[in-house]
């Protein structure tokens, strides 16, 4: 429905979303207690980890041939 609609939308309350379940707390929660600072950290670092991960498949597949 709408919400579902609205996480695809909204790239920064999904991440918000992932951020709160991988912590293991609610949205609420984790915009009470991180600080923008905190947040954007966190989003570099997820950002950087997934560059790193796609580096590192890359590298596992031309291994293969």
């Known amino acids: 429905g709408r919400n579902k609609k609205r996480l695809r939308q909204d790239k920064w309350t999904f991440f918000e979303f992932h951020l709160a379940c991988t912590l293991g707390m609610t949205v609420s929660r ?36």
């Open 30 to 65: 984790l915009r009470t207690e991180l600080t923008d600072a905190e947040l954007i950290h966190f989003a570099a670092y997820f950002e950087l980890k997934a560059e790193f991960e796609e580096q590192a498949m890359q590298r596992a597949k031309h291994m293969r041939r």
